[in-house]
C-alpha cells in the first residue's frame, strides 16, 4: 500500500504562478523526499528533508515539513513550462527502502 | 559518466514467455532496487539489494526474482510472464548520505505482455 498520498492528484497554473503540492503519510519517518517525472522519463530527485528539520529551500523549490500532522508541501515558485511534470513524495523509514506515494500532475500553461 | 542504464527499453513478451531486464549503475552504488509504475500510479517496490550478493522482496515480490552477482548490475527475471506484469519497470540505486537515502533512477523499460 502506497504510504504517502500527494493533493491535488492533478494541478493546472499559469506561468509564473506559484504551484504548491501536498504530501501526507501514515507512519513515523526519517526523511521525506520530492522527485519529479517528466513524462516518459525516470525520476529525478528535487529535494530531501530530514525528520528534524522544518523547511528546506533549494533554488525556486521551497519544501516543508510537519511531523505532527504527518504532511509535507512543495512550493515552486514563478513556475515555468518546464516544470511542467508529476511530482512524487517518498518517504524514508529508518531502512533503505522509499514508499512514494501517487503522485500530482503539474501542467503549466503559458 | 552514464549513471543508471536499463536494458531493454521496449519488450513485448507473449503470456508464458520469460526474460531478464538488466540495470547497470557506474557510480559505485551499495544499493539497488527495482520498481514498477502503473498507469496513474506512483512507484511500487518489487525487489532491492543493499550490496553484492544480497537481495531482499518489496511490496510486491510475486512473479519477479531478481539478483546482484556484481555490484554494478542488478537483473530483474519474470519466469512465466503474465498480462497483470504489463507496466513500466525502472531501476534505481542509491547510497547512505547522513542516513538518509537518495535515489538515482533509470530510464526505464516498458513492458507490455499479451
Known amino acids: 500500500s502506497q504510504q504517502g498520498e500527494e493533493d491535488p492528484q492533478a494541478l493546472s497554473i499559469q506561468e509564473g504562478e506559484n504551484a504548491t503540492m501536498n504530501c501526507s503519510y501514515k507512519?513515523?519517518?526519517?526523511?521525506l523526499q520530492w522527485y519529479r517525472q517528466n513524462s516518459g522519463r525516470g525520476l529525478v530527485h528535487l529535494i530531501l528533508?530530514?525528520?528534524?528539520?522544518r523547511e528546506k529551500h533549494s533554488g525556486r523549490l521551497r519544501v516543508t515539513l510537519d511531523t505532527s500532522k504527518k504532511s509535507s508541501s512543495l512550493l515552486i515558485t514563478a513556475s515555468r513550462a518546464a516544470d511542467t511534470a508529476s511530482y512524487f513524495c517518498a518517504t524514508g523509514q529508518g531502512a533503505q527502502k522509499l514508499v512514494f506515494g501517487q503522485g500530482t500532475r503539474l501542467t503549466i500553461n503559458p | 559518466n552514464a549513471g543508471v542504464t536499463q536494458t531493454p527499453k521496449f519488450r513485448v513478451l507473449k503470456t508464458g514467455q520469460s526474460m531478464t531486464l538488466l540495470c547497470a549503475q557506474d557510480?559505485?552504488?551499495?544499493?539497488m532496487y527495482w520498481y514498477r509504475q502503473d498507469p496513474g500510479m506512483g512507484l511500487r517496490l518489487i525487489h532491492y539489494?543493499?550490496?553484492?550478493?544480497?537481495?531482499a522482496k518489496g511490496e510486491v515480490p510475486d512473479g519477479y526474482n531478481v539478483s546482484r552477482l556484481k555490484k554494478q548490475n542488478f537483473l530483474l527475471g519474470l519466469e512465466s510472464a503474465a498480462p497483470s506484469q504489463t507496466s513500466v519497470y525502472f531501476c534505481?540505486?542509491?547510497?547512505?548520505?547522513?542516513?538518509?537515502?537518495?535515489?538515482?533512477f533509470g530510464p526505464g523499460t516498458r513492458l507490455t505482455v499479451t
Open positions: 528533508i530530514r525528520s528534524n528539520e
Open positions: 539489494s543493499v550490496g553484492e550478493g544480497t537481495t
Open positions: 534505481a540505486s542509491g547510497l547512505r548520505e547522513g542516513g538518509s537515502y537518495e535515489q538515482y
Open positions: 507512519t513515523s519517518i526519517n526523511n
Open positions: 557510480m559505485n552504488h551499495e544499493y
